[in-house]
């Protein structure tokens, strides 16, 4: 409705500032507190799923449901769209040899956290688990608290999110500049559009959620994740045909392949 697009935009508003920021580093404060904030919010959602858990009781479970399996896919692979992030990430480390063991924690750690969140829901709310599980939390002030913090969360961590982004699609239109200079004025305005036609996009797949998340899930979190690290390390690594190089091979025809049939099924059952 007129309210959900009228929100994306004022959002859009509020981060556009945050995205002229060019360094990383400068960006940490923000990033802190979205941190801070996502942690908060998690435990509090856990521990509103457990209440209602104890009140409701477990719901009738089935081991795997065929209705929305591949848009299930499409969700799933979209917890992929921060990779993106880890080179830059590692770049601005004070100690990169640590780098490995902190990301092997953390990533055990998100999965750890989706897979328990994911499964408690489901144990609460069972065939009427929503797409947003806050969605299916009674309306009280405990959720609202929740919601809040996701809300801040996602603006403190847009700007970071899209820097990487943004010094791909800038580096093909334009050329490195000084500071303080008309051509860094102009990125500095191309940045803003950027965010408005992002802002446009996310207006429109706003008519179905699990679909739009899905679908950027498939066409991007997938090819992150599995179909361009296979290519770089077939490339750049791999012996040919090696069984590293195979394994390769077949990343990459997966990759594509899950990727074909996410986004045909997503766009063709979207709204569903």
């Not at 580093?25 to 209440?51: H, Q």
């Not at 009674?138 to 919601?147: D, F, H, I, R």
């Not at 791909?168 to 559009?193: L, N, Q, Y």
């Amino acid at each position: 409705g007129a309210g959900r697009w009228k929100l994306i935009l004022f959002e859009a508003v509020l981060i556009s500032p945050l995205v002229l920021i060019r360094n990383m580093a400068k960006l940490s404060p923000v990033n802190l507190v979205g941190g801070v904030l996502t942690i908060a919010g998690v435990f509090l959602t856990f521990f509103l799923l457990g209440d209602e858990l104890g009140e409701r009781g477990e719901a009738v479970l089935k081991v795997y449901n065929s209705k929305g399996a591949m848009v299930s896919l499409g969700i799933a692979c979209f917890t992929f769209e921060g990779i993106g992030l880890v080179i830059p990430i590692y770049d601005s480390c004070r100690s990169p040899q640590r780098f490995p063991l902190v990301y092997t924690l953390t990533l055990s750690v998100i999965v750890l956290l989706i897979t328990g969140m994911s499964a408690l829901g489901y144990m609460v709310f069972g065939e009427a688990t929503n797409m947003l599980i806050l969605e299916n939390l009674s309306n009280g002030l405990p959720t609202k608290a929740v919601q809040l913090t996701i809300s801040i969360v996602m603006l403190a961590s847009f700007p970071l999110q899209l820097l990487p982004a943004l010094r791909i699609v800038e580096g093909c239109f334009f050329a490195p500049s000084r500071p303080m200079t008309w051509d860094k004025h102009v990125k500095s305005t191309f940045r803003i559009v950027f965010v408005g036609l992002v802002a446009g996009i996310s207006i429109a797949g706003a008519t179905s959620l699990d679909h739009f998340v899905s679908l950027i899930g498939a066409l991007c979190g997938l090819p992150l994740a599995f179909i361009f690290p296979a290519i770089c390390h077939h490339r750049l690594v791999a012996t040919p045909w090696s069984v590293a190089a195979i394994m390769d091979m077949a990343l990459i025809l997966f990759g594509a392949v899950v990727t074909v049939l996410v986004s045909a099924n997503t766009i063709m059952t979207w709204g569903s």
